[in-house]
């Protein structure tokens, strides 16, 4: 265990739908980040909240959305879904000062049929 | 921004033999931290070694070492006694000082030959 948890590890749902990911961080880790790996591509950044606040922004869709609530998990928010949506999606938290590692939970593979 | 590149897409290495895998990265910033993540087939994100900018010597974890060329931003991954279960996808990232973001490059597929 990582302790980075992602729910749920597998989805499937039909094109239009709309999905909502789940990440808990690292016990004391204020930063979450979220990534999205198509197949055989590498980690595209989505977008990273910190404390509670969006702190960076990637190549995020306007369908897409996230946020970061007072017990520091995170939802990502995925909408009119695509066939094109189908990837793994990674959540990540660190701890910032404290070390500079990044844990990664072991993602949501969304399949959009 | 940083960049990171990976420009060879796959490797294979014969076992117990070393293979060196390339990472060329670009940043303007003078404080950064570079990453080698492995991803086996269970896709899990699996941090291999780290390497702090400021720092000098060569990360070492077991039988992973890094050479950090700083002026050529270069950080290559070697990998020495090659164990089957080393095949794995690998990625090399950067990130610039604290809580912020990993930029990835694309990643390198590296298949172990018995």
């Known amino acids: 265990d990582s302790g980075v948890t992602q729910t749920p590890k597998h989805l499937i749902t039909a094109t239009g739908q709309r999905v909502t990911l789940r990440c808990s961080p690292r016990?004391?880790?204020?930063?979450v980040y979220w990534y999205q790996q198509s197949l055989d591509q590498g980690l595209q950044f989505l977008i990273q909240?910190?404390?509670?606040?969006?702190?960076a922004k990637g190549n995020i869709l306007e369908r897409f959305s996230a946020q970061q609530f007072p017990d520091l998990h995170s939802e990502l928010n995925l909408s009119s879904l695509e066939l094109g949506d189908s990837a793994l999606y990674f959540c990540a938290s660190s701890g910032g000062l404290r070390d500079y590692g990044y844990t990664f939970g072991s993602g949501t593979r969304l399949t959009v049929v | 921004a940083q960049t990171v590149t990976q420009s060879q897409p796959e490797m294979s290495v014969q076992e117990a033999e070393t293979v060196t895998l390339s990472c060329t990265y670009d940043t303007s910033e003078s404080d950064y931290y570079l990453f080698w993540y492995k991803q086996p087939p269970s896709r899990q994100m699996i941090l291999v070694i780290r390497?702090?900018?400021?720092?000098?010597q060569n990360a070492t974890e077991n039988r992973f070492s890094v050479n950090f060329q700083k002026a050529a931003k270069s950080f290559s991954l070697k990998i020495s006694d090659s164990q089957l279960g080393d095949a794995a996808m690998y990625f090399c990232?950067?990130?610039?000082?604290?809580?912020?973001?990993?930029?990835f490059g694309k990643g390198i597929t590296l298949s172990v030959r018995p």
């Open positions: 990232a950067c990130a610039t000082g604290a809580n912020s973001k990993l930029t």
């Open positions: 390497q702090e900018a400021y720092k000098q």
């Open positions: 909240y910190y404390n509670g606040e969006e702190r």
């Open positions: 016990s004391g880790d204020l930063s």
